[in-house]
């Protein structure tokens, strides 16, 4: 694999027709304030025949395995956070694309921010860098067009919506259980229905759920870290 060489804090791209892999375009950004002697780390995208690499370069050895990579803008409370790979020698993180909905929130903040903070941990290591965005928005768009967007957001909303339905579906089996399985195979369907309605995707700081039947109406507790929420679900009435 191949990375531009470019200078400090700047966005640059280059496109290539390679013999092997055929047309590659690669998207790169340098950061600065990094930990000795990994001072400069860079974030890169590569893509290639309908393929996507995002690749953190020079930020500390992958020999120890346990790679982390986490995106700030900012907000301490709006952490993007992707597992990585190792690459062969050991020098270069493949981050995990499979999550859709991350690597669109990444790619639309680095296009519309004007820094992003990284950090980077192994199970023997970190490292912490930022990013200027400036020029990234002209360079990303070689890679992540108009078209790319409308693709992958409606990937990346059909995605977000099966893993809240998912996050529902293992509380609430808990909850169930907990309560010598007070709903029936309908009513368990019914109420994981009316939760997602109510909370969508708060279901992803639900760290407990607690089921309480009543005559008229489950009344449903979801427990995050720092507070607990009702949220009611009326019983079906029998014909």
């Known amino acids: 694999m191949f990375l531009p060489i470019i200078g400090f804090s700047q966005w640059m791209s280059e496109t290539r027709n390679d013999p092997f892999e055929g047309k590659t375009i690669v998207v790169m950004g340098r950061g600065t304030k990094g930990s000795f002697p990994y001072n400069n780390p860079a974030l890169a995208f590569r893509q290639n025949d309908g393929t996507l690499d995002i690749i953190i370069a020079d930020a500390g050895s992958t020999a120890c395995d346990d ?4 995106f700030s803008f900012g907000n301490s409370d709006d952490i993007i956070s992707f597992d990585a790979d190792g690459s062969l020698n050991g020098d270069n993180a493949y981050l995990n694309t499979n999550d859709i909905g991350a690597v669109v929130k990444l790619v639309d903040g ?48 059909n995605y977000t919506d099966k ?35 109510q909370i969508g995707s708060k279901i992803n700081s639900v760290v407990d759920m607690k089921l309480v039947e009543e005559k008229d109406k489950h009344r449903i507790f979801i427990y995050n870290p720092t507070e607990k929420e009702l949220i009611p679900v009326e019983k079906k009435l029998k014909d």
């Not at 790679?67 to 986490?70: E, I, L, P, Q, S």
């Not at 820094?115 to 980077?120: F, K, L, P, S």
């Not at 020029?135 to 693709?151: H, P, R, V």
């Not at 998912?166 to 609430?172: C, E, I, Q």
């Open 163 to 197: 893993q809240v339905k998912d996050a529902v579906f293992r509380l609430l089996t808990k909850a169930d259980s907990n309560c010598d399985f007070c709903t029936g195979i309908q009513e368990f369907e019914r109420i994981q229905e009316s939760i997602i309605k």
């Open 110 to 157: 680095l296009k519309k921010k004007s820094i992003v903070y990284v950090q980077y941990t192994t199970g023997c290591s970190s490292n912490r860098f930022q990013i200027s965005l400036n020029g990234s928005s002209k360079e990303l768009s070689k890679i992540f067009d108009t078209s790319w967007e409308a693709k992958t957001r409606s990937l990346a909303a």
């Open 67 to 70: 790679v982390r990579v986490a």
